[in-house]
């Protein structure tokens, strides 16, 4: 794989970016010590937002479960359908894909990571449907009943075939009114809706389409209803560890009261919160291959555009944790920044197996650390990497440049 | 007969990984020993073959064929008030997950963020020889050595941290050798599938059939079982002297 990769050591003072069940701050031992620790999940997080403030117009896939309105709209404006049919086409395409919620029928149970581009090939898809699959959409939308979507079990699809048989023989016997269970409902939506989707989406026709779902392709997508809309993403995180040894540490606090009176001592209130502060490196990698394969309808300057909003993200966001009271919005001390044209993704974080420890500040003898292991990577196993730069050798802009001038 | 059979050496070394044998739901836990499902898993990534596609439906039965022998390489460091070796234990942490949007088991929107508390090992390095056929593993070596998706260590956030591929050997004892040098062999602790029911003292149920269906990820996972030899390694201090 062509891949990129960052390797960053950035310092968060007195900070709580990524808490425990109780309130601490996440820790993990590695190389016998205790270190702290940001999960990828936290970091990944962070980093789509500020990618998505960057570059809305790449980056505009949404987690949701409010996309029946969506393809309503499309629908009646771009297709001018009827809004009633419209909407009951949204929603069993909106049920096919995660269930739709019985007490807001507007609404799935699952969020759904979708761009508009992609609400767009859905609505096309809906509107291409034949006479006869319309009809059988819309009347099983009225023949399901909230009630019964509240009953629903996990659908079996096991048994899937026979039930839509006894579906179709009711039909005949024009027992068009009876209500249908939601399982029978799922089934029917499936039976219609299945093959088109699998097919839009699948046989990546919807690639030459879509051309705003840059995140969906680094985060990737998971769809438990449909196989064919799972998006391996391109990105890979690590979870940030501390490069030395760290323990988390209590403050006490106490509040003053505003109004009590001068003579009587004490607070208004105390407490206890939990923080640490460390040095941490972390591993961001990008698959470009992978990317290229999900960005099939971006010009090469679009590519090249999410190329460099992901690296600009990746380097500068900050999760948002305790920002009003700890504030802990630094930026990376240094960035090691690889492109290589084949190889496997390697996080260099065994440079700090054993924990950096100095009295001069851990940010030096953790960079010394890297750039030390890093070379003898380079030289026991050969790894070539086509392009070597780092910040603050290079200024950000500087950094990006070089790293876009081999992004093709 | 006319099979040639090769020894693939890996080396599984990040400082967090995780080989669940049993996650379901919300508690993903993970065993002490890379699992067969975990290591084909990875083939599979590094191979780019997509979950209940053709492709894998031809390539898992091979792969599962495979022999699979994990050997636990302790990280080790030298004492500071004898100058002696010790290994560092191996850890189990909890990491605490939030998940919104979720369904009860009645199939009623849970309103709650659901609570998921996934498994990882810490310090934890394995040495895994696959062996059979050899023109798949030449195939699996090049893909490890150039992966197509990538490569992680049971949960995609755990990125190796050294190089994963040492090489496709003749022998089980060079195989060996690149993995744990010339220490002897009982000195580690390690899980080898055992050649029948009775040569084996525990059953894995990790032996990918399929990994899912084509239109559903979350229907279709199967797994079998997988018996299996687990050897505690002996306390004796590898490479040290006792005392």
């Known amino acids: 794989m062509k891949l990129i990769e960052l390797h960053i050591l950035q310092s968060f003072p007195v900070s709580c970016l990524n808490r425990d069940d109780v309130g601490a701050p996440k820790s993990a031992t ?21 990618a998505a403030e960057l570059q809305p117009t790449l980056y505009a896939g949404r987690r949701s479960r409010l996309f029946t309105e969506k393809i309503t709209e ?49 609505a096309d898809l809906l509107k291409e449907l034949s006479e006869d699959d319309r009809n059988t959409l819309c009347q099983a939308v009225e023949r399901i009943s909230p009630e019964e979507l509240e009953k629903a079990e996990e659908t079996d699809e096991g048994d899937a075939e026979e039930t839509i048989e006894k579906e179709t023989s009711t039909k005949k016997t024009k027992e068009k009114e009876k209500p249908l269970t939601a399982k029978q409902f799922t089934k029917l939506v499936a039976k219609v809706l299945k093959t088109p989707i699998r097919k839009t989406f699948k046989e990546s026709s919807v690639k030459g389409l879509v051309k705003d779902a840059a995140d969906i392709a680094i985060f990737g997508r998971m769809v ?12 890979l995180f690590s979870h940030a560890l501390s490069t030395h040894k760290a323990d988390n540490d209590i403050d006490f606090f106490s509040a003053v009261d505003d109004l009590q009176p001068t003579e009587e001592a004490g607070a208004g209130m105390t407490g206890t919160l939990e923080f640490t502060s460390a040095t941490y490196y972390r591993y961001v990698g990008l698959n470009l291959d992978l990317l290229k394969q999900h960005l ?10 999410v190329v460099e909003t992901f690296v600009r993200a990746s380097i500068l966001a900050v999760p948002g944790a305790r920002k009003n009271s700890m504030n802990a919005h630094t930026l990376p001390c240094y960035v090691l920044g690889l492109v290589k044209d084949k190889g496997q993704p390697l996080q260099l974080v065994n440079a700090f197996e054993k924990p950096v420890f100095s009295k001069n500040g851990l940010m030096d003898a953790s960079i010394t ?18 392009l070597e730069v780092a910040i603050p050798d290079k200024s950000l802009d500087d950094f990006c440049k070089e790293i876009i001038a081999h992004v093709s | 007969m006319s099979v040639e059979i090769g020894y693939l050496a890996l080396l599984l070394d990040a400082p967090l990984q995780s080989w669940g044998f049993q996650s379901r739901f919300q508690r993903r836990t993970t065993g002490l020993h890379p699992t067969k499902s975990g290591v084909i898993g990875l083939i599979c990534a590094a191979m780019g073959v997509a979950k209940g596609s053709a492709k894998e439906r031809e390539l898992l039965p091979k792969l599962a064929e495979l022999s699979m022998t994990s050997i636990a390489i302790p990280r080790q460091q030298a004492s ?9 234990p191996v850890r189990r942490l909890e990491d605490f997950h939030t998940v919104l949007g979720t369904r009860r088991a009645s199939g009623t929107l849970n309103d709650d963020p659901v609570v998921t508390r996934r498994q990882y090992l810490l310090d934890a390095r394995f040495g895994v020889i696959l062996s059979g056929d050899r023109a798949l593993l030449e195939h699996v070596a090049a893909a490890l050595e150039n992966p197509t998706w990538g490569v992680w260590f049971g949960r995609k956030s755990c990125i190796p941290a050294e190089p994963l591929f040492r090489g496709l050997h003749e022998t089980l004892a060079e195989a060996r050798k690149t993995l744990i040098g010339d220490t002897p062999l009982e000195a580690f602790t390690r899980v080898t599938d055992a050649p029948s029911f009775a040569a084996g003292t525990d059953s894995y149920n990790d032996v990918p059939v399929s990994f899912g269906r084509e239109d559903s990820s979350s229907e279709g996972r199967q797994f079998a079982l997988r018996r299996v030899n687990v050897e505690v390694g002996r306390t004796a201090e590898p490479g040290g002297e006792p005392e």
């Not at chain 1, 890297?370 to 790894?383: A, M, N, S, Y």
């Open chain 1, 224 to 235: 438990a209803s449909d196989h064919s809309l799972t998006v391996e993403g391109a990105g």
């Open chain 1, 296 to 305: 099939a309808a971006l010009s090469a300057d679009e590519f090249k555009s």
């Open chain 1, 30 to 50: 590695f190389g016998g010590v205790t270190r702290a620790r940001i999960s990828s999940q936290c970091l990944k997080r962070a980093i789509r937002q500020a």
């Open chain 2, 80 to 88: 500071r008030w004898k100058g002696k070796v010790e290994d560092w």
């Open chain 1, 74 to 122: 499309v629908l009646v404006e771009r297709h001018k359908l009827d809004p009633k049919v419209a909407e009951a086409l949204a929603k069993c395409a909106a049920h096919y894909l995660g269930k739709l919620d019985p007490k807001d029928e507007r609404k799935v149970k699952t969020l759904m990571f979708l761009s508009p581009d992609e609400f767009n090939c859905l």
């Open chain 1, 369 to 386: 650390a890297l750039k030390e292991h890093h070379e003898q990577l380079k030289r026991t196993w050969g790894i070539q990497p086509v």
